[in-house]
């Protein structure tokens, strides 16, 4: 078992127990509503693939997630985690990975991801940084809504939480960063945008609980990466188009403080009224 800092980087470290398995237990720590965050269950999918393609060839060139994809099939619970992850085909350059989790014996998320170095292309970006106030020097954190456990690791500065107009979109979101800092790496990226409450919440006036049923993210940098600064906040900007029949999208990229594009992710949240 190798030992990494931070508290979700150390709760997301699991044992290799056999070819292609990785467990651990887990605890309340990352708790979210009547189960385990789904950030965390992101960031443990990822750290068992993590494992996995560092196992093929320990010397070739360093194979980042460039997708995630993940379904959740019934909520993660406390306890034995169990990843059983399946090498689909490495080629020269990309590795496709799938995954099977489970927690205490019940199979509850299907994930498969993308890993590659990088590669040699035209290149060009036509994604633009919301324009919000940075962190004040003297500003507090504020205090989350809907507050579940997990939500103790991070600190939270909300800036677009009202309504704006941009073709029926509702927006969320603000500056975000784990109260103890640790590598910005994928997992954690994972849960950043997972981790604020979800922007329904912002647009509907009546009582619902809303749940992941898919989340997937495109990284748009190799991660970890060395040029983050881990000390400084990222920016979480989210909106959504529609709840319609029980489901409400949800998009979210996430910027540095500097303006560079960390992943942009999409997941489709269950949308349930609450009697």
Known sequence: MIEVP???????????TAPGVYERQTDATFEGFRSLFGGY???LALAAMDGEVASIDPGAPVRTPRSLTMHFLRPFTLGGFRAEVT??????????LTARLSCNGTL????????????PSPEFSDATMPQ????????EPAGVLLRVAAHDHFHFWPRHTTLE??????????????RTP??????????????????????ITTPAISMTSDFTAHFRMPLPSPDIDPSSPVLVSMSTRAAVNGFVDEDT???TGDGRLLASTRQLRVLQAVE
């Open 6 to 16: 931070g508290v979700l980087a150390r709760h997301s470290t699991l044992s290799a």
């Open 132 to 139: 919000v106030a940075p962190v004040g020097v003297d500003e």
């Open 253 to 255: 990229e996430i910027w």
């Open 41 to 43: 269950g992101l960031a």
């Open 87 to 96: 090498n689909d085909r490495v080629g020269r350059t990309v590795t496709t």
């Open 182 to 203: 640790e590598p910005v790496t994928a997992g954690l990226v994972c849960a950043y945008g997972d981790i604020w409450v979800p922007v329904v919440h912002q647009r």
């Open 108 to 119: 509850c998320g299907l994930a498969i991801a993308t890993y590659a170095t990088d590669r």
């Open 165 to 178: 107009g941009d073709g029926g979109r509702a927006f969320a979101g603000g500056w975000i960063i784990p």
